[in-house]
């Protein structure tokens, strides 16, 4: 029963989805029910997460699709991997789609079923990627959840502005997928294998070869895309500042994050057996990192729109994050881990304060709401709280993450870190 579990919160996103589609003739004229569905679906997704995480906190392990386990070391199935980091990462993503679920029942005065639908395909994908344990499938959930994406940030199409950030998302994101695409070509050339731990062992066997090594850099290029560090971050301010306030939580949360932690869980998986020389992909990423960080950081300052400030601060800890995956360290992959957890419920409850705004006073330019925002008084709590968690300050737990991170530099004699943190 327990290894079943890996399968559940994708198996029943898909079926659930596929349901609202068979049931949406029924159920035009009553939107309500379409929403209740949709929620139930998500609820019930979010609880086999939970139990799976549950579950892994005693033991974490494999769940072979249709029972094909490996035989002689050769993995012909697919595999779930249910451990700690997928379950935690799949129970944050189901839990933010709930949340923009119960979000869209005021935020739209009309929405058809489609809606729904997208978004629980979306939830499938993201509960599959976390807990895929095969390259290709990482690739194919990635790229469903990327699809879902577009229709969802261009979902009021008769507007210029969702379409024009629906294509810059959906013609970046495309240059990344063929990047990976190649890449995992290039390794099952070299390896014969596509799940990961398999690729693992056959990459430890010899020293790494140019192919190996292009193959990583195209992974790697493809996932930072997904991730918006720069120099491939255009896409995400243009689309957070026209999608709808719901979809907004999915990608502050969900969407960055997911790139990172594939990079990370191809690297540690397949590539860091491989002979890899860690002080020169350390620099490599850590200097991305601060790039990404810097750019963020100062291209939020110079914002005027709620939701494009918010958009490069997005960027900038995607930044940060990266800093903390680029040290190569058990505890800075830790402090990664607790950051980017409570790093996007912040970041999405302050896109909900600010989606609130929006609602309340159709607008979110700075001038033009100064003064209006004396009858928002929760709102405006919230805000400020989660600015404060932005900030990285104690009790939240992006403090705690960050000084992991931090204390995780310094045993390398990276004190200068902190400051840039």
């Known amino acids: 029963m327990g290894h079943a579990l890996a399968v559940m919160p994708t198996a029943t996103a898909l079926l659930g989805a596929t349901l609202l589609v068979a049931i949406a003739p029924l159920l035009k004229d009553r939107r309500h029910a379409m929403d209740m569905a949709a929620l139930l679906v998500a609820l019930v997704s979010l609880a086999m997460c939970l139990l799976l995480l549950r579950e892994v906190g005693e033991r974490p392990f494999v769940y072979w699709?249709?029972?094909?386990?490996?035989?002689?070391?050769?993995?012909?199935?697919?595999?779930?991997?249910?451990?700690?980091?997928?379950?935690?990462?799949?129970?944050?993503?189901?839990?933010?789609?709930?949340?923009?679920?119960?979000?869209?029942?005021?935020?739209?005065?009309?929405?058809?079923?489609?809606?729904?639908?997208?978004?629980?395909?979306?939830?499938?994908?993201?509960?599959?990627?976390?807990?895929?344990?095969?390259?290709?499938?990482?690739?194919?959930?990635?790229?469903?959840?990327?699809?879902?994406?577009?229709?969802?940030?261009?979902?009021?199409?008769?507007?210029?502005?969702?379409?024009?950030?629906?294509?810059?998302?959906?013609?970046?994101?495309?240059?990344?997928?063929?990047?990976?695409?190649?890449?995992?070509?290039?390794?099952?050339?070299?390896?014969?294998?596509?799940?990961?731990?398999?690729?693992?062992?056959?990459?430890?066997?010899?020293?790494?070869?140019?192919?190996?090594?292009?193959?990583?850099?195209l992974i790697a290029a493809g996932f930072l895309v997904k991730a918006a560090v720069v120099p491939f971050h255009f896409w995400l301010a243009d689309a957070y500042a026209v999608s709808p306030t719901p979809v907004c939580i999915l990608f502050a949360g969900v969407l960055s994050e997911l790139g990172l932690y594939a990079l990370a869980r191809v690297y540690w998986t397949a590539f860091a057996g491989a002979g890899f020389t860690q002080s020169g992909l350390r620099t490599i990423l850590i200097a991305a990192g601060i790039l990404t960080a810097t750019i963020g950081s100062v291209m939020a300052t110079m914002q005027r729109h709620l939701r494009r400030l918010l958009a490069?601060?997005?960027?900038?800890?995607?930044?940060?994050?990266?800093?903390?995956?680029?040290?190569?360290?058990?505890?800075?992959?830790?402090?990664?881990?607790?950051?980017?957890?409570?790093?996007?419920?912040?970041?999405?409850?302050?896109?909900?304060?600010?989606?609130?705004?929006?609602?309340?006073?159709?607008?979110?330019?700075?001038?033009?709401?100064?003064?209006?925002?004396?009858?928002?008084?929760?709102?405006?709590?919230?805000?400020?709280?989660?600015?404060?968690?932005?900030?990285?300050?104690?009790?939240f737990g992006t403090y705690l993450g960050k000084a992991v991170i931090e204390e995780s530099a310094l045993t390398l004699g990276f004190g200068w870190i902190t400051w840039l943190v």
């Open 312 to 395: 490069f601060v997005v960027i900038a800890h995607s930044g940060l994050f990266l800093i903390g995956l680029g040290l190569l360290t058990r505890a800075g992959i830790g402090g990664v881990g607790i950051y980017v957890i409570s790093d996007g419920f912040v970041k999405a409850s302050l896109f909900v304060c600010v989606g609130i705004v929006l609602h309340r006073r159709g607008s979110l330019e700075e001038f033009h709401l100064h003064g209006r925002g004396r009858d928002l008084p929760l709102a405006g709590i919230a805000f400020t709280l989660g600015a404060l968690g932005i900030a990285g300050l104690p009790p």
């Open 65 to 217: 699709l249709g029972g094909w386990e490996p035989r002689d070391g050769v993995a012909l199935g697919i595999g779930l991997v249910a451990d700690g980091a997928g379950a935690g990462m799949a129970t944050m993503s189901a839990s933010l789609i709930v949340i923009a679920l119960l979000f869209s029942w005021r935020y739209f005065e009309a929405v058809g079923h489609l809606y729904h639908v997208l978004m629980l395909v979306f939830l499938a994908a993201a509960t599959g990627f976390c807990l895929s344990g095969d390259l290709f499938n990482i690739f194919v959930f990635l790229e469903i959840g990327a699809v879902a994406a577009f229709a969802l940030t261009a979902y009021e199409i008769e507007e210029t502005g969702p379409l024009q950030g629906g294509l810059n998302f959906a013609v970046t994101n495309a240059v990344g997928a063929i990047f990976i695409l190649f890449g995992t070509a290039l390794l099952y050339g070299r390896s014969g294998a596509l799940n990961l731990a398999q690729i693992g062992d056959a990459l430890a066997e010899r020293e790494p070869d140019g192919l190996v090594v292009a193959s990583f850099v």
